[in-house]
């Protein structure tokens, strides 16, 4: 028994088929951008504070993306474990003495996370060694730590004092006869340098 398929049934199997291995082709493409497959390996720094640290974040060794972050979960201990994914080919890399330096881009947006090695070689961090972090302050940390309540009331207080000033200024003609003070000011220096 045969099938017979008309011109446009042909045409949209042939349209299907190929939509499959594009979609096929796309994935296998995101796949090796995105590095799904890769061997990582694990490393743990412990922070302070965790805000702004997600996962997926880029963990960066002398500026090149060497890895991303993982799960980020509170300890015991109030400290932030961050788990940060390097990639095989780049772990050799951590040594004995890295620090994880927690940063933001310009000091705005999302947190990453800086490996800074030391200047001579030392041996590899072992797989799920734990990492000293340095976490200095930025714009938005230090924005989020002041007062700004403090700072308000005083500027209330002097936006007040300017009202009443600009107030009483305005009372008796006082501001017509400061203007008129400055105006003869001129023909008065000019009179003392007669003198």
């Not at 979960?73 to 095989?88: A, H, K, P, S, Y």
């Not at 938005?140 to 308000?152: C, Q, V």
Request: glycine residues 8%; contains cysteine; hydrophobic residues 45%.
């Amino acid at each position: 028994m045969k099938i017979y398929l008309s011109y446009r049934e042909r045409a949209a199997g042939i349209f299907l088929v190929l939509a499959v291995v594009m979609v096929i082709v796309f994935v296998a493409g995101a796949a090796i951008q995105n590095r799904w497959f890769a061997t990582r390996v694990t490393y743990h720094p412990y922070v302070a504070r965790g805000e702004g640290l997600t996962p997926g974040s880029p963990v960066l060794l002398s500026g090149i993306v060497v890895g991303e972050i993982g799960a980020v979960e509170i300890r015991e201990d109030n400290r932030v474990d961050v788990e940060l994914l390097i990639l095989e080919k780049y772990a050799h890399r951590v040594q004995g003495g890295c620090k994880a330096s927690v940063r933001r881009l310009l000091g705005i947006g999302e947190k990453r996370i800086h490996l800074v090695t030391p200047e001579e070689k030392g041996d590899r961090l072992p797989a799920g060694a734990v990492i000293p972090a340095d976490e200095p302050m930025d714009l938005i940390d230090i924005a989020a730590t002041l007062d700004l309540g403090k700072y308000m009331s005083t500027l209330d207080r002097a936006v007040n004092s300017m009202e009443i000033l600009l107030g009483k200024m305005e009372e008796e003609n006082r501001l017509e006869r400061m203007i008129q003070a400055f105006d003869e000011f001129g023909p008065t220096m000019r009179n003392l340098n007669v003198l």
